[in-house]
Every structure is written in structure tokens, then in C-alpha cells.
């Protein structure tokens, strides 16, 4: 299923990476997204410039991504990303209903340069109570509330 194309957009998340990592910006990750054969999105990670712990590549890619679509969904879409995507950038993935992931490092290899992608994937396995970030659940039927006007909710854009 890969072939050349795949190769050229790849080594161009690693290319964003590069530049990222040489602007000093963020960590060594890439990421570029690819719909009907376009290029209509690329960035790098940008977690130290911004002090924001969720300016992944891939975050910021799907965010630049929308905004060109003017869409919150890119069905069809091929990210590349220079490492495979950690567990939040693969929600974000999800929810952006992006076709397919290509990428060159695995997360294990993130792991070995002390970016603690597993042990996130790993604490999300365990049940809430077992997890190394307590996890309180208050005011329950005041966010069911919020739930039930939700769903009750006329003019509302499911997503």
C-alpha cells in the first residue's frame, strides 16, 4: 500500500521535524497531511515555544488542517508523521476521522529517547483507580444535566 508518494511525504514530516527541532521549538516530531492527493498541512512539534504541552505535530498539523478545510472532520486524509503518533495525537486522529497513519519511528523508539508515550498508553489500559493521576468523579447528575440538554438540543452539530 505504500509507494513513492507515501516515501516523499514521510521524509517530509522528518524534514518538519528537523526544522523544528533546529528552531529549537520542540521535540523531534513532524507531521503532514495529505487529502485528495495535497498537501494541505504540515508542522512540527511546538511544545517549548509555546509552553504547551499539547502542541504535538500532529495536533497542530489537524489544527491547520480544519481551519484550510474549514472543516472539523478530514475523512480521507493521510497523516505522516515522523514517530508514530502518541495517545493524544491519535485522539485528536480520531476525531478529526482521518483515514490512515504513516510513520517512521515507533513509540518504543520515542520511549528510549525519554518521551513517555507508553507509559501514558499504558496507564490509559488500567482502570481509573489504578492510575498514577487520581481521578475524582463529583457533581454527576449536574453533567448529566449538561448531557441531556445536549442531546435535547435542536439546532445542535453532532461531531
Known amino acids: 500500500m505504500s509507494g513513492e508518494k507515501d516515501i516523499r511525504y514521510l521524509r517530509r514530516a522528518i524534514e518538519m521535524a528537523r526544522e523544528g527541532m533546529e528552531k529549537g521549538v520542540g521535540g523531534p516530531f513532524g ?3 495529505v487529502l485528495d492527493g495535497k498537501v494541505i498541512a504540515e ?5 517549548i515555544a ?15 488542517a480544519c481551519k484550510k478545510a474549514e472543516a472539523f472532520h478530514l475523512p480521507g486524509a493521510t497523516i505522516y508523521t515522523s514517530c508514530e503518533p502518541c495517545p493524544m495525537c491519535l485522539g485528536a486522529i480520531y476525531w478529526a476521522h482521518i483515514h490512515r497513519v504513516v510513520y517512521a519511528s515507533a513509540m518504543e523508539d520515542a520511549d ?11 496507564q490509559l489500559k488500567l482502570p ?11 457533581l454527576k ?19
Open 31 to 33: 507531521a503532514v497531511i
Open 43 to 47: 508542522a512540527y512539534n511546538e511544545v
Open 141 to 159: 447528575e449536574e453533567g448529566a444535566d449538561l448531557f441531556r440538554m445536549w442531546s435535547d438540543k435542536e439546532d445542535k452539530t453532532n461531531y
Open 128 to 138: 481509573r483507580q489504578d492510575r498514577s493521576i487520581q481521578f475524582d468523579q463529583l
Open 50 to 64: 509555546g509552553h504547551d504541552p499539547t502542541a504535538h505535530a500532529e495536533v497542530q498539523a489537524i489544527r491547520k
Open 112 to 122: 528510549k529517547i525519554e518521551f513517555y508515550d507508553l507509559y501514558i498508553a499504558e
